[in-house]
């Protein structure tokens, strides 16, 4: 096994950057290979394209012979890409991306062959796909799952395959995948946020919830990836000592970006931009070889879209430039993990930013409005937002000692919690005209003067204001952003719609003028929502007593965080806002806790794996090495044998402890295991791989650990973390 560690090395050390061309402007190729609007213009009739347009914009259905018709335009363009097959493109709750290929050749009478791409294949197909996770939804035997075109989402080429972004449901039309969902949640939104914005601007039609990610994620080299099976089975590594530097010197956070690394970048980005993929920024981050990728944001759902095809694509890309990319949350212990940060915020067809403060009184009433019931919504729904996060692999990032803590809070910085304070004390029902114009001129007038300089980030916070939207910060790298939107926009969603209720009773009931209704709803929100709101240290323990105290969860861990998702309220939520039906709510969560128990059970098989076939075998070489050593010494010396010979002898000793430590924590934990595996009841046994099983990860890492310390580097079978870290 050294043998394949070394060779790794070797072959990682001969490794030449690979050469980028990069001879035309962004610009020029940006969304070539996107059926975009542009292209839809070129390609298809005035009838089509009004069709396709008002589907875009208003969820307007597409009729069958429109369909046909841009089916045709759109193998018309493809073939003219040289494309060959295409595929329906989907995103399956097993967290990466499926598609399957079919050619556009067909054959027909006469021994001939022509293209063909129908409307009936555009727009629904069923893959058979009967292996993907449905939480019971679908019985194998009895009913299939199709895709159906979503054409919010442009189809796009990739290599040779026109792909097309579409939904994934059951045959009884239940969702089976993140995108249908978020559609349902994209739309509540709309709505609700619509209906209270007319309160604001009559010209209002529609209101779009944007996002825009920041992608984390390490470049490890690709044979020193493959000689590790952790890394190769679980995308982290599961032991390994702590590198002698590692980010201590913070050298390499937003540093120059290494060139191999930099050139890998060039070319993916090139791959980005002919996919409409909008990126922008990258940069060194904090740890060694990790690195963060950022795009302009754009509509929520074309956003995870693209996110989740980034993802596809920086594998490959990766592989050509002798990479492995990882975006496991965690993985090297004790260097910095991987987030993706959500950026997000709501705006209207008319062009306004609703959370953004404006140029006048109203517009700032307005962005009060959409600011502080998102925070009431946050406050509302802070365990079923934790919910959305939870992942074995984010468990290491939340609820462990790293950004961000497992309690959700809302960071808002000290100019706006003074807005908000002042706003507490609006009096009740109907205002003076003294105090109205009070409030205009000097609370929601002064806004965009005091946002100028909040310039503070809590860079602990799970999730901030920023001055023009609202950061989730807690998200995983690994993550499908659908799911963190989803509820993320259902919850505010239904805020908004509780809140349009409110104000609507006051100025009908209580005879309130619009702005006064609207005052004072918001400053009982304010009042009861305060407990979310937190501008200090998120990492400190005071922070944890302090939560406590104000009755916020603090789910540290997966399987106690899901259970959110099948609260009665959230449940309720869901079907209210007609997002998801309660067994689609209990799909999920099962799936979920069944993914977290997979995903357990695999890391342990591979630690208790590498722990007893390659880390005892080579200590039990080295022992042996060292038994000669004092073998040989003892023929040597008579006297002195002992005082020569007492180093050696204890590190025989040594190791044997530590194989005894391995021996007997591997079989502690199979044993766990088994007793898991016989439990049936999908909460038991999630909490029985969290509490029992993967405790003793930890135990059977240390011992393994102390003996990288103390075998002959020479012969020690796994790459170790400098050279993992280092070699770039
Ligand atoms: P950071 O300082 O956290 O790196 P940036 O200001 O660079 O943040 O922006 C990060 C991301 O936020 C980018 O993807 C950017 O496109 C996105 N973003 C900016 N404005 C908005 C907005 N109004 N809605 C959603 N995302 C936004
Ligand atoms: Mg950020």
Known sequence: MSKLRFHAIKESLAIKPVQVEENVRRSEIFGKNVFNENTMRQYLTKDAFNGVMSAVSHGKKIDRSIADQVSSSMKDWALSKGVTHYTHWFQPLTGTTAEKHDAFFETIEGGMAIERFGGDQLVQQEPDASSFPSGGIR????????????????????????????????????????????????????????????????????????????????????????????????????????????????????????????????????????????????????APNQFELAPIFEEANLAVDHNSLLMDIMGRVASRHNFKVLFHEKPFAGMNGSGKHNNWSLSTDTGVNLLAPGKTPMS?????????????????????????????????????????????????????????????????????????????????????????????????????????????????????????????????????????????????????????????????????SRDILFEGNGYGEAWELEAKKRGLSNNKTTPEALKAKISEKSIALFEDMQVMSKIESEARYEIEMEAYCMHIQIEGRVLGDIARNHIVPTAVKYQNILIENVKGLKEIFEEKFRSVSKEQINLIEEISSHIEGINSNVTKMINARRKANAIDDIEKKAMSYCNKVKPLFDDIRYHCDKLELLVDDDIWPLTKYRELLFTR
């Open 364 to 528: 700032n009433l307005q962005f009060l409005t959409f600011f502080i019931n998102t925070i009431k919504a946050v406050r509302e729904n802070e365990e079923l937002l934790r919910a959305a996060i939870a992942s074995a692999s984010n468990d290491h990032r939340l609820g462990a000692n790293e950004a961000p803590p497992a309690i959700i809070s809302v960071f808002i910085g000290e100019q706006l919690t003074k807005v908000l304070e002042e706003l507490e004390g609006v009096t009740k029902g109907k205002l003076s005209p003294q105090e109205k114009t009070e409030l205009k001129l000097n609370v929601v007038g002064k806004i965009p003067d005091v946002l100028l300089d909040n310039t503070d980030r809590n860079r602990t916070s799970p999730f901030a204001f920023t001055g023009n939207k609202f950061e989730f910060r807690a998200v995983g790298s690994i993550a499908n952003c659908g799911n963190p939107m989803t509820v993320l926009n259902t919850i505010v969603a239904k805020q908004l719609k509780d809140f349009k209720v409110e104000v609507d009773a006051l100025i009908d009931k209580k005879d309130l003028k619009k702005d006064e209704a609207v005052f004072n709803v918001l400053r009982e929100y304010i009042k009861s």
């Open 139 to 286: 019985n194998t035997f009895e009913a299939r799952g199709y895709t159906a075109w979503d054409p919010t989402s442009p189809a796009f080429i990739y290599g040779t395959t026109l792909c097309i972004p579409t939904i994934f449901i059951a045959y009884t039309g239940e969702a089976l995948d993140y995108k249908t969902p978020l559609l349902r949640a994209l739309h509540a939104v709309d709505n609700a946020a619509t209906a209270v914005c007319r309160y604001f601007d009559k010209n209002v039609k529609k209101v779009t919830s944007s996002l825009g990610w920041e992608q984390e994620y390490f470049l490890v080299d690709k044979m020193l990836a493959a000689s590790r099976p952790d890394i190769i089975l679980t995308g982290r590594t599961l032991l390994g000592h702590s590198s002698a530097k590692g980010q201590q010197l913070d050298d390499h956070y937003f540093g120059a970006i290494p060139t191999r690394a930099f050139n890998f970048m060039r070319e993916l980005e090139t791959e980005c931009m002919l996919l409409g993929i909008p990126v922008k920024t990258r940069h060194n981050e904090v």
